[in-house]
């Protein structure tokens, strides 16, 4: 298991990307990441849970975020929920170094 992975438990290396576990706050004011909830990333959207908008909103987000393209962003389980998996093209260091800039560990 690599250091990036023991340091952030909402992240998991995946043939050559990342999966990020996510539990959405929709209806938020504004959005952002809020700190770790039961192993994943607590981010607060400001979409609506409606026709697919907060599951939209999220990975346009995330894809802003992390400087990479829309496509490189992909919702894999939970589109329907509050908790759900994304894979991220981008190497598990890459992502745990954006969470420790915007996240801080418990």
Do not use: F
Not at 9 to 25: D, H, N
Not at 47 to 68: C, F, I, K, S, T
Request: hydrophobic fraction near 45%; charge should be positive.
């Amino acid at each position: 298991m690599a250091p990036a992975e023991t340091a952030w438990p909402c992240i998991a290396a995946k043939g050559g990307g990342t999966l990020l576990m996510v539990v959405v706050t929709p209806n938020a004011r504004r959005t952002g990441p809020d700190g770790l909830h039961d192993g994943a990333l607590r981010v607060r959207l400001a979409a609506p849970p409606v026709d697919g908008q907060a599951n939209e909103r999220l990975v346009e987000w995330l894809a802003h975020e992390l400087g990479m393209p829309r496509k490189a962003v992909r919702l894999l389980h939970g589109a329907p929920s509050r908790r759900k998996q994304l894979l991220l093209d981008a190497d598990p260091a890459q992502v745990a170094a954006w969470l420790a800039r915007c996240v801080p560990l418990p």
